[in-house]
């Protein structure tokens, strides 16, 4: 069993910046993708971003040009780096951790990120 811990959500203006991390609990290198999703009210969850342990990027295009993944397994953590804001981008972000083989996927609690003027 893999606990995901969320932290970095808020409160930002449009035009601001966040930054998001999630910490594993335990070491899960070349085997698990590690992603970002969200959920806003009234919607299906989306993919934010994914990368893989080789650091090999997957971003939503909604987000491409302005948020930024990145992970350090030697902390088992993974970052989301969120610039340059928008009211369409508040939503509870989750981070994921999917095993590559195999269907086992975990999910943190989810963190708020709220965007507004």
């Known amino acids: 069993q893999v606990q995901l811990v969320e932290s970095g959500g808020g409160l930002v203006q449009p035009g601001g910046s966040l930054r998001l991390s999630c910490a594993a609990s335990?070491?899960?290198?070349?085997?698990?993708?590690m992603g970002w999703y969200r959920q806003a009210p009234g919607k299906q969850r989306e993919l934010v971003a994914s990368?893989?342990?080789?650091?090999?990027?997957n971003m939503a295009d909604s987000v491409k040009d302005r948020f930024t993944i990145s992970r350090d397994d030697a902390k088992n953590t993974v970052y989301l780096q969120m610039n340059t804001l928008k009211l369409e981008d508040t939503a509870v972000y989750y981070c994921?951790?999917?095993?590559?083989?195999?269907?086992?996927?975990?999910w943190g609690q989810g963190t708020q990120v709220t965007v507004t003027s």
């Open positions: 994921n951790a999917r095993r590559i083989m195999g269907s086992v996927n975990y």
């Open positions: 335990r070491s899960l290198g070349a085997l698990y993708v």
């Open positions: 990368i893989t342990s080789g650091g090999t990027a």
